[in-house]
């Protein structure tokens, strides 16, 4: 089983600012892994594919990179809407979730 | 526009059963496989299953292999999961999501419902 972990567990950044939050494999997925994004009382929303690739819809401030084991999503100029928890998902090998980093408002 | 939605949660005690469902529209529902992840009240994501576009290949998370049976009825462009033996760690909000086209071919979910809860407890 491929263990994806996400650091920081908490990340306060203030609107305006720019965000960057980390998630690393156990073992190499390639670029196979997708970023989601969650908030109270929703489903999470696909952001990112492909570790960089944008889903329809996403706005051009949430940008990925990575390839192998490590792996950033950037959220460039928060906007009050980007609070929220973030999860990544490698699709590798089956498939696994990092515990989730939640971006909060400084 | 692609739509899921899921139904069937409640509260069950433990050891009894219960069968969610996902209704699926907006897309080919036979064209896709499909996905159940869970999250436990206050943690994060865990994938549950997946089943094959046609119904025929399945795959289960070991937290769940034996109890659970992910089926699909492509008729009735629906989704199942079937929850046998039920725990007290078995709960938790249920989503269905999409996932792809080819068996084996591993691919990010998109979208996803909004989510059951199922509450096991006596």
């Known amino acids: 089983e491929i263990v994806m972990t996400q650091s920081p567990a908490t990340l306060s950044v203030s609107p305006g600012e720019r965000a960057t939050l980390s998630c690393r494999a156990s073992?190499?997925?390639?670029?196979?892994l997708a970023w989601y994004q969650q908030k109270p009382g929703q489903a999470p929303r696909l952001l990112i594919y492909?570790?960089?690739t944008r889903a329809t819809g996403i706005p051009a401030r949430f940008s990925g990179s990575g390839s192998g084991t490590e792996f950033t999503l950037t959220i460039s100029s928060l906007q009050s809407e980007d609070f929220a928890v973030y999860y990544c998902?490698?699709?590798?090998?089956?498939?696994?979730f990092g515990q989730g980093t939640k971006l909060e408002i400084k | 526009q692609v739509q899921l939605v899921e139904s069937g949660g409640g509260v069950v005690q433990p050891g009894r059963s219960l069968r969610l469902s996902c209704a699926a529209s907006?897309?080919?529902?036979?064209?896709?496989?499909m996905h159940w992840v869970r999250q436990a009240p206050g943690k994060g994501l865990e994938w549950v299953a997946v089943?094959?576009?046609?119904?025929?290949?399945?795959y289960y998370a070991d937290s769940v292999k034996g109890r659970f049976t992910i089926s699909r009825d492509n008729s009735k462009n629906t989704l199942y999961l079937q929850m046998n033996s039920l725990r007290a760690e078995d709960t938790a909000v249920y989503y269905c999501?999409?996932?792809?086209?080819?068996?084996?071919?591993?691919?990010?979910?998109?979208?996803w419902g909004q989510g059951t809860l199922v509450t096991v407890s006596s």
């Open positions: 999501a999409r996932g792809g086209q080819q068996w084996l071919v591993f691919r990010w979910f998109d979208p």
């Open positions: 998902q490698q699709y590798n090998n089956w498939y696994s």
């Open positions: 492909g570790a960089s």
């Open positions: 907006g897309f080919t529902f036979s064209s896709y496989a």
């Open positions: 089943i094959s576009h046609d119904g025929s290949n399945k």
């Open positions: 073992q190499s997925v390639s670029s196979n």
